[in-house]
């Protein structure tokens, strides 16, 4: 029994003809004769008596009536609840630098067009987040790290982030050698096997969770760390940090969206990720004109 059946039969009903059905509907009387015939087939009994050019209710037509109404009104409340305005909670994941660098911008836009959608963002190294989503704990999650395929997980490369060593400013990197660590993962991987290839000790240096502790401890003259170039730009244009491309051939990280493939992802989830996929289009226009514009700077 099809919506579109009780639908023409209920017009039919209403408007008293076939002809008239047809004209509202925007159906060929063949197609009206069809869905007819359909339900009175299923319900294994005639719903109108056909006299002449006019039509007239059963007994059986007009108790099936009652329930034909009823049951499109269930259908019109259902459908309408697609279009009401999103409701629940979003979970989402990141690492401490995208939740500061990437994702602001991406909640603020949500938030405009979804308020009513309460937003959980939990914060953790790759490793946890990958853990979280795969436990069904997270709809979204963000990493920073090499592009990856996993087949539990769908991932989506958003843009490929440039790193870059800051150091005190003044200094070149060879007179650095007391090193500042992100916690372990992600890019540090690369960080310590270029260390050690360059003879530099990374027994001793000192790890944090904080980047913003790690630019605050490097522009004091602490030592040097590597970092996503997102994070540390404003502080380059401003002479607070001197900054030393890193070579992508020791490696490259990329900021990543994904989701658990069998988990259902939700219109609040779906609409969120569009979002997402917008702003990471400015990202990569931005990148471009920040490399043109400050990689001369870069020693």
């Known amino acids: 029994m099809e919506i579109r059946h009780l ?39 005639p719903l109108f008596d056909r006299m002449g050019k006019k039509v007239h209710l059963t007994t059986m037509g007009e108790r099936f009536l009652r329930h034909a109404r009823e049951m499109i009104r269930l259908y019109e409340q259902a459908k309408d609840m697609s279009e009401q305005e999103e ?28 308020p009513k959608v309460n937003i959980l963002l939990k914060s953790g190294s790759c490793w946890d987040l990958q853990a979280q989503l795969r436990r069904g704990e997270l709809d979204v999650a963000f990493f920073l790290q090499a592009p990856f395929t996993d087949h539990e ?15 005190p400013p003044g200094t070149m990197l060879t007179e650095n050698e007391n090193v500042l660590f992100t916690e372990k993962g992600s890019y540090r ?29 490097v522009a004091c003259g602490l030592g040097m760390s590597l970092l996503p170039f997102v994070t540390v730009h404003a502080e380059l244009i401003e002479g607070k940090l001197a900054g030393q491309a890193w070579d992508s051939s020791f490696g490259t990280v990329s900021t990543i969206m994904s989701y658990h493939k069998e988990k259902w992802v939700s219109q609040a ?14 990202w990569r226009s931005e990148e471009k004109q920040y490399s043109s514009k400050h990689d001369r700077n870069l020693t």
């Open 189 to 217: 991987d690369y960080f310590e096997a270029f260390l050690r290839r360059q003879g530099i000790a990374t027994e001793n240096g000192m790890e944090f969770w904080s980047i913003e502790a790690i630019k605050q401890c």
């Open 7 to 45: 639908i023409t039969f209920k017009t039919i009903a209403e408007l008293g003809g076939f002809t008239r059905a047809a004209t509202h509907l925007g159906y060929a009387q063949s197609t009206m004769t069809a869905h007819i015939h359909a339900l009175e087939q299923e319900l294994k009994a």
């Open 87 to 114: 409701e629940g909670t979003l979970c989402i994941g990141a690492p401490e630098s995208l939740t500061i660098y990437r994702l602001p911008r991406i909640i603020q836009a949500y938030r405009e067009r979804y």
């Open 153 to 167: 997980l769908y991932t989506e490369t958003l843009i490929d982030e440039k790193l870059i060593f800051i150091l």
């Open 269 to 282: 989830a779906a609409a969120f990720m569009e979002i997402v996929r917008t702003h990471a289009e400015e």
